[in-house]
């Protein structure tokens, strides 16, 4: 920060508007606050930003040095404006960004949450902690992924400190976002590398979700965490994970990704025999398929056709939904023409075969 403050005898010439310069604390008076610039001669802070930099100078002596910024130039009476806020908050936000580039860890109080997150402050400036930057030990499971039961979750932080880095830093738009988990992530990383892509693991279920089921895999002491989306929970269409496995099961999974943040996608129904194989051997294009209505939604009716294995047939054969759902019930039978047969792409549409 010293190379910001330039004196005379380093370069000859007036300071600049804008520019951040160093001085002393000469005097005061109850709305001015005199500095001496030295061979710049003398500034003042005075009027409204006196009282916004209330914060900054409410402890300052005469002698005390501080950075200010050049507001405008020698008034009539010969002194230059100057601004301790401005410069407080410029020095702040470069601060910020060393310790961004340096990787430091710092020690934040957490002051509020909203919805996406939680609210924090760091060297003045309002900072945010997304709640995908939460660690795995903080983050929310909330079940259904009601947004009103993560705000009450993240609600419970308020008040504690917590170890964080910083993520992004950009004084332009004034966004400073923290994270707790670029520490974690680092040390996943390191821990990935004895781990890759079709590698078949011991893992325990810790975790059900809407969207999937949470697992932790690798050496008791140190454990990896990784997600099993529910569509790699099983060949036939679920509509809850929990149909499958239960939590504190231990399990069998191959992992399909591992991405650069630490990510780790696995799989159960990789390791399962796929029901689509032999399909053709029992269903054939523009043949009949007797299947038995399971559920609606905006695309059409899902229909079990053979164990574990479900077709779609699609809302515009009926015109609209509501023609779909009466000419159809759920967990009835129906005759069924097979419009497309695709086992690579597990996809099977279906017609309903009128009398």
Known sequence: ??????????????????????????????????????????????????????????NLKIGDE?????????????????SALEADRELNWLKLREKKDNNETLKVKIIGANKGGLLAS????????????????????????????????LQKFIGQEMELRILDVDPKTEKLILSEKIKETEKIREALKNYQVGQVVEAEITGLVDFGAFVKFGPTETPLEG??????????????????????ERVNLKIIDISFDGRVSLSLRALREDTWKEIESQLVKGGLAKGRVKKFNPFGAFVQVLPKIQGLCHV??????????EALKIDQEYD???LLLDPKEHRLLLRLKTP
């Open 316 to 325: 515009s054969e009926f015109g609209s939904r509501q023609k779909m759902e």
């Open 66 to 82: 501080l950075f200010v910024k050049v507001v405008d130039s020698e008034n009539e009476n010969g002194f230059w404006e100057l």
């Open 122 to 153: 760091v060297l003045t400036v309002p900072a945010f902690l997304p709640v995908s930057q939460l660690s795995s030990q903080n983050y929310p499971r909330v079940p259904d992924g009601d947004a009103n039961k993560i705000l009450k979750e």
């Open 1 to 58: 920060m010293e190379n910001l403050a330039k004196t005379k005898s380093e370069l000859l010439r007036p300071p600049l508007i804008g520019e951040i310069i160093k001085g002393k604390v000469a005097g005061s008076s109850p709305a001015t606050l005199f500095v001496d610039l030295g061979n710049w001669g003398a500034g003042l802070i005075f009027g409204r930003e006196f009282f916004r930099a209330k914060n900054v100078i409410k």
């Open 336 to 338: 069924f023409e097979v």
């Open 227 to 248: 997600l099993v989306h529910i569509s790699e929970l099983d060949w036939q269409l679920i509509e809850s994970p929990s149909q499958v496995v239960s939590m504190g």
